[in-house]
């Protein structure tokens, strides 16, 4: 069974959609860090995601094939989850173990940086639904039980 975080193992960012005040969906992105559970974001309080995020606790999670490699335009490789998102404080244990893999994975100094900016703050995003496509006929649903493999689709209806 293939695992959510051999696919993600490739990907330093996420596309994120959240939903506005407006009632609008609102895309942006964010670095990420995938734990085989939950996908964490640390995002600055200015930015719109963040207050989408705080206002409906819940985002979409896109992770997407860089154009120029894919073999086919119509048909990238891509991961969609849904997600219900929840703050990490400062104060808990999952904090500093979060950001210590977030130091691992991008430049640490960065990220010690973007740390003692007080705006900035850690978000899990738990998947609750999911979908992976990896060209025409290759679709599997995310499931397991804790929702990080793939599933294949057992629908009778694609491509005619």
Not at 126 to 153: C, D, Q
């Amino acid at each position: 069974m293939q695992k959510l975080s051999d696919l993600l193992s490739g990907y330093k960012s996420v596309v994120l959609g959240t939903q506005g005040s407006n009632g609008y969906p609102f895309s942006s992105y964010a670095p990420f860090y995938y734990d085989r559970e939950q996908v964490y974001i640390f995002i600055s309080n200015i930015a719109t995601h963040a207050r989408n995020i705080q206002t409906t606790h819940k985002a979409s999670a896109f992770f997407i094939e860089d154009e120029n490699k894919s073999e086919n335009i119509f048909a990238r490789k891509r991961i969609s989850l849904q997600c219900d998102v929840t703050s990490i404080s400062r104060d808990e244990e999952t904090f500093n173990t979060v950001m210590e893999n977030f130091q691992d994975k991008f430049d640490a100094n960065m990220v010690t940086m973007l740390m003692g900016m007080k705006d900035f703050n850690l978000y899990a995003l738990k998947p609750i639904y999911g979908e992976a496509t990896f060209g025409f006929g290759e679709a599997y649903h995310i499931g397991g039980e804790k929702m990080n493999e793939l599933v294949t689709r057992r629908e009778n209806s694609g491509h005619k």
